[in-house]
């Protein structure tokens, strides 16, 4: 087998993310062949070389497993929490797997989760030249004029410098005091809807990430995970390969309590 990057390895196996592979390694904690090894850039042979993490073998290479969750409000993303909050990882019952979080959602975003222990998948779900597509359904206090929504799909500068891409704004719905739509990004700045809605005057009230490459929690509860089938990873490898990611609706996402129908009645 070809050599590969020492930390490449170690996500693969599944016993660290790549990041926390990296500081294992700067740290002292991984060998090669007996030898400490705290060069980054070090490459294995993972069919030939002997590689320890605290004195203990790798596990043996298992198929990458790429999990779904559905995730709630009131949940951190995070694999541990130091303030023990709620994580998402408790939501995970029955997976026999260590997988972590394809990038973060905030703890009161609903939607999709995706959860891996494919180091390179995620570092290639998540990289900006990837652009993935990530749809969110958007509810917003308040009145947001069609000026603004049009600056949310141009980009705006957000409170950090950050100016974001271009985007896509459809199904507005506009109730009592209150807005409602969909917003497709390309990529994942922190907490970049709410910022980006703040950016041009508004609040958000309730935000859910109703697709990340295509892949959608329809037909699952809140708080359910699977698997994701072979073909659904395939699609969302070819998302992030320039590919063209599945249009999203917002169908099967719950309106939040308190929130006008369409009829614009409250639903309690
Ligand atoms: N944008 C946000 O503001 N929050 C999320 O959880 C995801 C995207």
Redesign the pocket.
Known sequence: MAAERLQKVLSRRGVASRREAEAWILAGRVRVNGAVVTELGTRVDPAADDVEVDGEALPPEQAPVVVLLHKPAGYVTTVKDPHAERTVMELLVGLERRVYPVG???RD?RGVLILTDDGDLAHTLLHPSRGVEKV?DVWVRGELPDEALTRLAEGVELRDGHVTRSARVSGVERGEARVRFQLALKEGHK?????MVRAVGGQVAN?A?ISFGGVTVDGLDEGAWRLLTPAEVARLKRSAGGGDPLRAGARGMARPKGWATRKGREQR
């Open positions: 973060r959602l905030d975003t969110y907490r970049q809807v709410r910022e935000l990430r």
